[in-house]
């Protein structure tokens, strides 16, 4: 199975602020990696396919980029509803499997 | 507008059977790839696997093999999770959820409610 391992596992934050999250594959994935968004007590929300392909309806403000192995999340200005918890997921090769996660915390 | 409407939550005893399903609507089922997510209280998400509902073909992660069945009704449009034998590790909640394009790899775009399954004697 492919690992993705995320970091930080939590980062503190204020509204406004850059965010950047990281995530690694354990092998090559090409740019078959996907970003989403969790609130809490809410399903999960798909933000960014193949890398850096925002979903439409998803703002602006949320990029993505990377290829191979390594890979990044970026809101460029943090707005009070994205304090949430973040997941990459690869979808290289079965299983498809999900990062461990990032919490966006209020600072 | 598509939609995944998901059963109730369950509460059951270790070594009971269980079934929850997740119906669609708004698109054509049979043509997309649907999938299930389990997520254990406080934890991250993990890939349980998918079934493409026009021929029942399915995609496994083997760390669930033999613990649980992905199955598929074309005919009402619903797919389902089923437990032969539940253990009190099966507690989280069930997400099922359909890909952003028919490529059996796509992510997940549409998610359920979820359904919390509560395994305890």
């Known amino acids: 199975d492919i690992q993705m391992t995320q970091s930080p596992s939590s980062v503190s934050a204020s509204v406004g602020d850059r965010v950047t999250i990281t995530c690694r594959a354990s092998?090559?994935?090409?740019?078959?990696l996907a970003w989403y968004q969790q609130r809490p007590g809410k399903a999960p929300k798909l933000l960014i396919y193949?890398?850096?392909s925002l979903l439409s309806g998803v703002p602006s403000r949320f990029s993505g980029s990377g290829s191979g192995t390594d890979f990044s999340l970026t809101i460029s200005s943090l707005q009070p509803e994205d304090f949430a918890t973040y997941y990459c997921q690869q979808a290289n090769s079965f299983p498809l499997t999900f990062g461990g996660g990032t919490k966006v915390e209020i600072k | 507008e598509v939609q995944l409407v998901q059963s109730g939550a369950e509460v059951k005893k270790p070594g009971e059977s269980l079934k929850i399903s997740c119906k669609a609507s708004g698109y054509t089922f049979s043509t997309y790839w649907i999938g299930w997510v389990r997520q254990m209280p406080g934890k991250g998400l993990e890939w349980m696997g998918i079934i493409y509902p026009g021929d029942s073909d399915i995609r496994d992660n083997p760390s669930f093999r033999g613990q649980v069945t992905i199955s598929a009704d074309k005919s009402i449009s619903t797919a389902y999770l089923q437990w032969s034998s539940l253990k009190a590790s099966d507690t989280a909640i069930y997400y099922c959820?359909?890909?952003?394009?028919?490529?059996?790899?796509?992510?997940?775009?549409?998610w359920g409610q979820g359904t919390l399954v509560t395994v305890s004697s």
């Open positions: 959820a359909r890909q952003l394009s028919s490529d059996q790899t796509s992510p997940f775009q549409y």
């Open positions: 092998q090559d994935i090409n740019a078959w």
């Open positions: 193949a890398a850096s």
